[in-house]
Structures are given as structure tokens and as C-alpha cells.
């Protein structure tokens, strides 16, 4: 077992590198003709196809938050934490079919633009540049940080910084040619993380096999992991009792048992998927049935993603716990990277290859997602209106720079306290704030003709409130003896309201708030923002996918319940 990587890593990594950034140059060089074009910029001229805008979906979304954080809870929960991916497949689905015929039907090209035309414009400026602080300086800096901090890990401990400029550099690079140079890179990206990804997972579990005595099988060490952590194979955490020790609370609180399938984890996913510009940019240049057909095959591509990012951290907790893994750097998070030390040379350098191509293609989208919003949102609109579309493309990578910039100095020193807390915890606590009063405002603007502007500016203040009254007041006033809710001891001194139910709390106070200011307010203009009836048409290929796609989630949970 080895730490450090040898040469053949190297080179593997370094012709993962090449062939990347090759086919990259390829792709700009085709588009070269449009260079100044600021619909091919921004949006791929509208001519990614399916199987594009699907894989860059997965390598969007994908990045150092699952591999390490995510294996983390794998370590911690088990398959509970799947929860997060096969949710986010059904969640994919209602994309899908119900919102992005909205967005296509009224040429929506950015979600401030989106709360402009259903809202007003003090909406849509109010959230643009709320969005550009969330991606600069909670989701940028994290996955960056993360990132640097895990294979920094593998390569000895000691170039951290040097770390983190190359994968800003690498990410820079990708994103300077615009949306279908991003799209097209992370078609390979999702190839190296899913095929990396894979390996990790089959070398983890045929480790299992060999310490445990069944030989190096794959499928004897998945069972050794059922039988020495059964559980670890749970969907739903028990509810603690007077009884419960500290670590059966700490898991409840981190993942509420059937409450989270009541709740937060819909927030969080629908959210995500559908109301966020990061996510959605891929889908909204293309037609209906190609974007359609882009989502679908993420959401089927999300089902794999647990057996990558949360296997090998079921393998090193049981690893760990009979005394075959005596260092864990990290605590939980340091469970993706100790799996790696198992990997023979040259396979060791595909899974850096793996989680670096996680890394940069969610930083390159993140970035180009922020440029996007800056220049057409706020850019355009309130700086320089007669911008041309070489001004807008100049000004967009522009943005890209200073984005990417503003990532590494903050993450440079930790200035933001991310390993304080864990990225994930960091990811989820920050943007877990805004989510409920975000995804109220859009599910009202685009389902109810009624909900009004005022409405909307109401909800996404209000959802914030709300969240910190639960999250961070109700617990010290209240403790464990409320109607709403349960608070339980969280081992620092004080309680804690499971993080799901507090965001469902949230999200419908903040819908009950949102209705009744809705109500009172004047009537929206019907002819302002209109459903598109093909939301309700489905054709048969399309069908077929969710069909087998809602199989599977369900003979999952079947075989874990």
C-alpha cells in the first residue's frame, strides 16, 4: 500500500491532460467562425446534442463534494446517503418533463431572466447577483479547495497551493471557449470519472475480499460489507431514543430517516436541477426533445453514482474498523483517499485522473455559468446596454478570470473556513439557507399565473429568515420540546434540528406566506409568462426511459429498505 504516486501515474495523468485539453482545441477550432458570437458562447449555438448535454450534466455535477465528501458519508451513513443520487434521478425526470418546456417555450437562456419575465426586473437583478456570490465564493471555493486538498493528499502533502493553480489553470482553459468546448471536454471528463471512478470501487471492494479471507472478488467483498456493516444498508436512519448514544444521534441529525423523504432532500434536488443556471444552461439552447433526452440519460447515469462515490467509503469504514486501515487523515473525508492507497501504480494515476476530471469540468461550468449571468444579466443590462456580441463574449471570459481569481485567493489561506467544516457540510449548509424561499419562488412563478412580484421578493427573504430561525434559534429556545419539530443533542454543547426538516419547514412557510401576499396583491397579467402544453406530452422513447429509470430506484430501495 502505497501513498505517493510513482512515475506511471504521472504519465497517465499527463495523457489524460492532453487528450482533454486536444480535444478541447478541437472543438474551439471548429467554432473558431463564431468566436465573437454571443449565442455560441453562452449557450453552443443550441447544437449539443443528447448524449452532450446529458454527460455534461453528470461531469457539471460531479466533483471533489461527491468524491470525497459524499464517499465521507458513505463512510459514516452507508447507502443511506444514496438517497442524494437516486432522488436526484426521479428529480431529473420532473425537469424533464414539467420544466423545461417552460423555459424553452419562453426562450428562457438564463433563470434571472427566467424571474424577469414571470416577476419583475428588481426580482431578477436581486437574485442575479445573489447567485454570482453564491457560485464565487461558496461553490467555486469549495470544490477547488476540496479538490487541491485531495490530491494534494496522494501526491505527498506538500504542493497544496501549486495544487490548486493548476486546477484553476486547467479549468480556465477549458472555459475560455465557451459553453460547447465545455460541454463536449466533459463528454471525455465523464468517461475518465465514471471508468476511474469504477476501478476505485472494483479495487475497494476485491481488497475487502483479500483481508477478509473470500479471495480478490468483487462481488464476496460487497457481501463481507453487508455482513460486517449491515447497518451500513439501511435507507432510513431510526429515529434516536432515550438510549441512543451520541454517533445514532449525530447520523439522524445529518439524515432525518423518512423525514428526509419528506422534505429537504426534494428541495434540495429540484432545486438544484431545475432552478439552477449552473445546471440548466446545458439543456437551454437545445430543442425539447433533445434536451429531454440529455436529462433523462443524466438521471440514468445518476443511478451509477452512488456504486462510485459512496462504495469505497463503505469499504474503509469496514476496513477501518477491524484494523485493516490504521490512518484515516481526515476523519470522514479522508476515506476516498485512503481507498486510493490500495490502487496498484498506474491505476492509482486513472483515479487522480477521475477525481481531477470531476474537478475541473464542475469548475469550468461553474465559471462559465457565472459569466453567463454576469454578462447578460447584469453586464448588459445595466453597464453597457449597446454591448455587441464581440463585447459580450470579451466580457464573459473576462468574468470568467476574475471569477476563478477570486476563488483561489479565498481559498488560498481557507479564508472561509471551508476545512473548518467539511466541503460537503459547507456546500449544504450555505446554499441549504436559500434554497426553500429560491425553489417556492420558482415553483409558484412557474405553476400559479397568481403569484405576484412581490410575492417572490417576499419568499426568497423570507425562506432565509425562516431557515436561520430553525437552523440556528429555534434549537437554543425551544430544545426538544416543540409541536413542529424535534431537537436533539448534537454532542457541542447545545441541539440541533435535523438539517431536511428544517428546510422543509421552511419551504412551506414560505409557500403559506407567498399564497396569502399573493392573494392580496393585484392579479398577474396571464399573457406575461405562458406553460407550454407540450409539459403534458411525453413521447414514447421518453416514456420508456422514465419507466425503466423509476424501476430501478424502486428495486433499489426494495433490496436496502
Not at 469504477?198 to 460489507?225: C, H, R, W
Not at 462559465?368 to 448588459?380: A, C, G, R
Request: with cysteine.
Amino acid at each position: 500500500m502505497s501513498q505517493n504516486l510513482a512515475f506511471a501515474d504521472y504519465a497517465v495523468f499527463i495523457i489524460y491532460f492532453i487528450v482533454v485539453s486536444a480535444y478541447g482545441y478541437t472543438i474551439y477550432r471548429k467554432r473558431e467562425k463564431n468566436e465573437h458570437d454571443a449565442k455560441a458562447y453562452f449557450l453552443a449555438e443550441g447544437t449539443l446534442t443528447w448524449w452532450a448535454i446529458g454527460a455534461s450534466l453528470i461531469a457539471s455535477n460531479i466533483s471533489a463534494e461527491q468524491f470525497i465528501g459524499m464517499s465521507g458519508e458513505g463512510f459514516f451513513l452507508g447507502v443511506a446517503v444514496a438517497a442524494y443520487e437516486w432522488i436526484a434521478a426521479i428529480a431529473l425526470i420532473i425537469v424533464a418533463v414539467w420544466f423545461i418546456p417552460v423555459y424553452l417555450k419562453n426562450k428562457i437562456y438564463t433563470m434571472p431572466q427566467f424571474l424577469k419575465t414571470r416577476y419583475n426586473e428588481s426580482t431578477a437583478l436581486i437574485m442575479a447577483v445573489f447567485w454570482l456570490f453564491l457560485y464565487v465564493f461558496v461553490n467555486l471555493t469549495s470544490i477547488l479547495y476540496l479538490g487541491a486538498v485531495a490530491i494534494n493528499g496522494l501526491a505527498g502533502g506538500e504542493y497544496l497551493h501549486a495544487i490548486m493553480i493548476g486546477l484553476a489553470l486547467f479549468a480556465l482553459l477549458i472555459s475560455l471557449g465557451g459553453m460547447k468546448v465545455v460541454a463536449y471536454t466533459d463528454v471525455i471528463q465523464v468517461a475518465v470519472l465514471i471508468i476511474g471512478g469504477l476501478v476505485t470501487s472494483y479495487i475497494a471492494l476485491t481488497t475487502v475480499g483479500q483481508y477478509f479471507g473470500v479471495g480478490e472478488n468483487a462481488i464476496a467483498g460487497f457481501k463481507v460489507l453487508m455482513e460486517k456493516a449491515p447497518e451500513h444498508f439501511k435507507m432510513i436512519i431510526p429515529e434516536p431514543t432515550a438510549t441512543s448514544s451520541q454517533l445514532e444521534i449525530n447520523k439522524y441529525l445529518t439524515f432525518p430517516g423518512m423525514m428526509s423523504y419528506l422534505a429537504g432532500i426534494w428541495i434540495i434536488n429540484l432545486n438544484y436541477w431545475g432552478c439552477n443556471q449552473y445546471i440548466t444552461q446545458r439543456a437551454l439552447g437545445a430543442d425539447l426533445q433533445t434536451a429531454r433526452t440529455g436529462i433523462l440519460f443524466a438521471g440514468m447515469l445518476k443511478l451509477l453514482m452512488p456504486v462510485i462515490v459512496m462504495l469505497p467509503g463503505i469499504a474503509a469504514y469496514v476496513l477501518y474498523e477491524n484494523g485493516h486501515l490504521p490512518q484515516l487523515v481526515g476523519g470522514k473525508d479522508g476515506a476516498y483517499s485512503a481507498m486510493l492507497t490500495f490502487l496498484p501504480t498506474g491505476l492509482k494515476g486513472l483515479s487522480v485522473a477521475a477525481l481531477t476530471a470531476a474537478i475541473v469540468a464542475s469548475l469550468a461550468g461553474k465559471v462559465n455559468s457565472i459569466s453567463t449571468i454576469y454578462t447578460l444579466d447584469v453586464h448588459k443590462k445595466y453597464i453597457q446596454k449597446n454591448a455587441t456580441d464581440r463585447a459580450q463574449v470579451n466580457i464573459g471570459r473576462y468574468a470568467v478570470f476574475a471569477a476563478m481569481l477570486l476563488a483561489v485567493m479565498f481559498t488560498w489561506n481557507d479564508l472561509l473556513g471551508i476545512g473548518g467544516v467539511g466541503g460537503f457540510t459547507y456546500i449544504q449548509k450555505y446554499t441549504g439557507f436559500i434554497s426553500p424561499g429560491v425553489f417556492a419562488m420558482f415553483f409558484l412563478g412557474m405553476f400559479w399565473k397568481r403569484t405576484t412580484g412581490t410575492a417572490a421578493i417576499v419568499g426568497v427573504i423570507a425562506g432565509f429568515l425562516l431557515s436561520v430561525l430553525f437552523n440556528e434559534l429555534a434549537p437554543s429556545l425551544f430544545g426538544n420540546e416543540t409541536l413542529l419539530y424535534t431537537a436533539y443533542a448534537n454532542g457541542k454543547g447545545g441541539f440541533e434540528i435535523p438539517f431536511h426538516i428544517c428546510m422543509g419547514l421552511s419551504f412551506v412557510f414560505t409557500m403559506l406566506l407567498m399564497i396569502a401576499i399573493s392573494f392580496a396583491g393585484p392579479k398577474v397579467n396571464p399573457k406575461a409568462f405562458e406553460l407550454d402544453t407540450e409539459m403534458f406530452k411525453v413521447k414514447p422513447q421518453t416514456t420508456v426511459l422514465i419507466v425503466i429509470t423509476l424501476l430501478i430506484i424502486f428495486a433499489l430501495y426494495v433490496k436496502f429498505w
